[in-house]
């Protein structure tokens, strides 16, 4: 499988996971569009001796003329959009010293929101504003993160987690319901994630969410190469 020259949207890309998810596509030679609001310096020191066309775009993935406006300056840009990846959101990972979120008895509504709009809300505004271009060429893959740790049976370590979780299970069902719609027009639409009981179970050869809806969505295939 080639990603070479494939147009690939990446929102959150500027940090964490989606840093790494730009540094592997720039790799396999994909052009790219990274879509964030914190500072690209360190993404674009990480490529910068890769021979890639890069677009870095600031975009809050929260507001819908912003993410209408990132859309259109990225098909401007590469002619077509061929993958986007919503890495965009707002994650726990407690063990790396971020304070604890409070227990929905104590959260106030403003963060339950902040929360949901991000990971949630945002997703469905990248996927909505960019169905329109991979419709048109009835081709395209969109990858949504909905599996974080929800896998895991004990939940008793990992207080304050829950709006995180809530938002994760949301995406998984957005997704599925997605992938139904756009099937006839030749549009993956997945979901995956690392952590917690999927990654096991991908490990003991057990089909994952993401494996069980590949192998339902007829159009998820593989990139011939060229």
Not at 34 to 47: E, G, P, Q, R
Not at 183 to 200: A, F, K
Request: proline share 4%; with cysteine; charged share 25%.
């Amino acid at each position: 499988m080639s990603v070479e020259d494939k147009v690939v949207i990446i929102t959150g890309g500027a940090q964490g996971v989606g840093r790494q998810i730009v540094r592997t596509f720039a790799a396999e030679k994909a052009r790219i569009a990274i879509a964030d609001i914190a500072s690209f310096d360190n993404v674009l020191a990480d490529i910068k001796h890769l021979d890639v066309d890069i677009l870095p775009v600031e975009c809050d993935v929260r507001e819908p003329d912003r993410v209408r406006s990132m859309f259109e300056q990225v098909h401007s840009r590469f002619g077509r959009i061929d993958v986007l990846i919503d890495d965009a959101g707002i994650v726990t990972h407690f063990q790396w010293g971020i304070p604890r979120w409070p227990r929905i008895a104590e959260m106030q509504p403003e963060f339950f929101d902040k929360v949901i709009r991000t990971n949630l809300f945002g997703t469905f505004l990248c996927t909505k504003h960019v169905l329109p271009y991979m419709e048109q060429q009835r081709s395209g893959h969109i990858i949504n993160f909905g599996q974080g740790n929800v896998g895991r049976r004990n939940r008793e370590d990992s207080p304050g987690a829950t709006a995180y979780h809530v938002s994760k299970v949301a995406i998984r069902s957005f997704t599925e319901g997605v992938a139904a719609e756009e099937r006839g027009y030749n549009i993956c639409v997945m979901s995956m994630g690392p952590g917690g009981e999927e990654l096991n179970d991908a490990r003991r050869g057990v089909a994952t969410p993401a494996k069980r809806q590949r192998k339902q969505n007829p159009t998820c295939v593989r990139w011939k190469r060229s």
